[in-house]
């Protein structure tokens, strides 16, 4: 740990970098607003860096060089970003504050921070075990835990038109599709550019599996932030892509081998694999909720499922993580989102139960995972952790089971606990939740792109705190725990009555 009278600090070359803010998926504001605050950020850290190198502080170490000013204002609106359109603004401007009333003390400790990492809102290589937060307002048992849990439960039944299934498509449905599927003869739209092209499951005469060439797209969303007022007026504000700022209509920033596809509609789906109601389980042990996620890739049969990770909640155990060779021949894994690159998918050795991973050959600080045969088996081990009863818990969760065509009765959804003002299908990411209620950065590496465990555990992580603030208000309320059980205030009531 660095201290004010430790070694100087040896300092690693940077990469030149303008005073531009950096390009992020879903930006916040409009390229204008975010230099202005940058700047302003900027000029506030550059004042605080001038005093210091002024002062006769043993600090003066920590006087940084130019680049190094650019690099931390870069840092820290780059992490603001991550929180949303919504407070990045009030968190800037907050920010640009407690910059210009720092004392020089502060100043040093904020610039110990940075220097000893890369960036604000990395996440710790070691969360903190939220399970404790239970333990501190009195949910002393995993029963009780579970017990409050249930009450975030949200039915699934009237949210059908935002892609949860309730129900397995029928006979006569699955015949529709496979109808259609025949009359359509492989022809789908681009999910990335658009372009009208040709699947051939298989491949065709020549060895393609798609037509029309190679695709060029934008891999970011197109921001549609509400432009100021002044952009209103003058008529200037116009949508861009946030990966290149480039306005909506431009040529794509990024170019892929093949046009790929998705498929939503539960009866195609279903087509593939059918959907499966969670079995019920012989024994009636109280098993652990599960926190899970899934990372998709584009196949000839859509995007498919090629990486399942499931953690015990509320303690983030790992319970299962594995690679899946979907139905599909893979067009491409969706590296810069699922994480799952070409070298690891290749280098998977076949799971056997009971057997633990091996370090990978690719990177040397993960673990290799092992590769099942199919999303139906990646399923079957998903179902050895839960029963019927058990809550299972995802974010934006509808997505994870369809693509394991799993039918679940207890579900919690942090996008359901965490709804966005506007209600559905608006809702925030992961990303933003995490960074806002739990101070962790996930999702930050990039064109490396997730990992899914990093996020089952955010995701129960966020769970955790929503039962937090429950009991406080069901122990508020008169709702205690009698002999175990769980019961509300007109229970206990017409029990002291009878006794």
């Known amino acids: 740990m660095r201290t004010e009278s430790s070694l ?5 070359p940077l990469k030149v970098e303008s005073l531009t803010p950096r390009n992020v998926a879903n930006a916040p504001a409009l390229l204008k607003t975010r230099l202005t605050v940058l700047t302003k950020l900027h ?68 610039v110990s921070q940075w220097t000893g990492a890369t960036s604000t809102v990395k996440a710790p290589t070691k969360p903190v075990d939220k399970s404790d937060e239970l333990l501190a307002i009195g949910l002393s048992s995993l029963h009780e835990q579970v017990a409050v849990l249930k009450h975030l439960h949200t039915p699934l039944e009237g949210l059908e038109q935002f892609g949860y299934v309730t129900k397995q498509p029928s006979s006569p449905e699955l015949t529709s599709a496979k109808a259609g599927l025949e009359a359509a003869r492989g022809f789908e739209s681009c999910d990335r550019c658009g372009t009208r092209f040709q699947v ?18 934008h891999w970011a969303r197109l921001n549609r932030t509400a432009p100021l007022k002044k952009d209103r007026i003058q008529g200037t504000s116009e949508a861009t892509y946030p990966c290149c700022n480039k306005p909506q209509g431009s040529e794509g920033c990024s170019e892929a081998d093949t046009h790929v596809f998705v498929v939503k509609d539960p009866k195609r789906l279903a087509t593939t694999l059918q959907f499966e109601q969670t079995p019920e389980k012989s024994d009636l042990r ?3 909720p599960v926190s899970f996620d899934c990372e998709m890739g584009y196949t000839t049969y859509g995007m498919e499922v090629i990486r399942v990770t499931a953690v015990s909640w509320p303690d983030g155990r790992l ?11 893979i067009l491409d894994l969706n590296t810069r989102f699922s994480g799952v690159t070409k070298e690891d998918y290749a280098a ?76 559905l299908p608006i809702r925030y990411g992961l990303k933003m939740l995490s960074q806002k209620y739990l101070s962790r950065g996930i999702q930050t590496a990039g064109e490396a792109g997730h990992d899914s465990k990093e996020d089952a555990i955010a995701t129960g ?23 175990g059980i769980l019961m509300a205030p007109e229970e206990i009531k017409t029990v002291r009555h009878v006794l």
């Not at 051939?200 to 797209?217: H, M, V």
């Not at 995972?369 to 995802?394: N, W, Y």
């Not at 705190?465 to 069901?474: A, D, F, I, Y």
Request: with cysteine; proline share 5%; charged share 30%.
């Open 8 to 12: 100087p600090v040896k300092k690693k």
């Open 461 to 483: 992580d966020l769970v955790t705190k929503k039962v937090v603030e429950k009991w406080k208000v069901m122990r508020y309320e008169g709702w205690t725990f009698v002999d």
């Open 319 to 329: 319970l299962l993580d594995v690679l899946v060779r979907p139905f599909g021949e």
């Open 43 to 110: 000029e506030e850290m550059r004042t605080q860096n001038s005093k210091l190198a002024s002062s006769d502080s043993k600090s003066k170490k920590l006087v940084l060089d130019d680049q190094e000013l650019i690099k931390f204002a870069l840092d820290e609106e780059e992490a603001a970003t991550k929180l949303g359109g919504e407070i990045y603004k009030n968190t800037m401007a907050q920010n640009i504050l407690r910059t210009r009333k720092m004392t020089m003390e502060e100043w040093v400790k904020r």
């Open 286 to 288: 109280l098993r652990q």
């Open 200 to 217: 051939f499951p298989g491949r065709d005469d020549t060895g393609r599996l798609t037509s029309q060439g190679r695709c060029r797209y």
């Open 348 to 423: 998977a050795p076949p799971y056997e139960a009971g057997l633990s991973e091996v370090v990978s050959k690719t990177h040397l600080d993960k673990h290799q995972l092992r590769k099942v045969d199919s999303p139906a088996t990646a399923r079957q081990l998903l179902f050895d952790h839960i029963s019927r009863e058990t809550p299972l818990i995802g974010h934006a969760i509808e997505n994870d089971l369809n693509v394991v065509r799993i039918i679940h009765p207890c579900v919690v959804d942090t996008v359901l606990l965490y709804p966005h003002p506007r209600g």
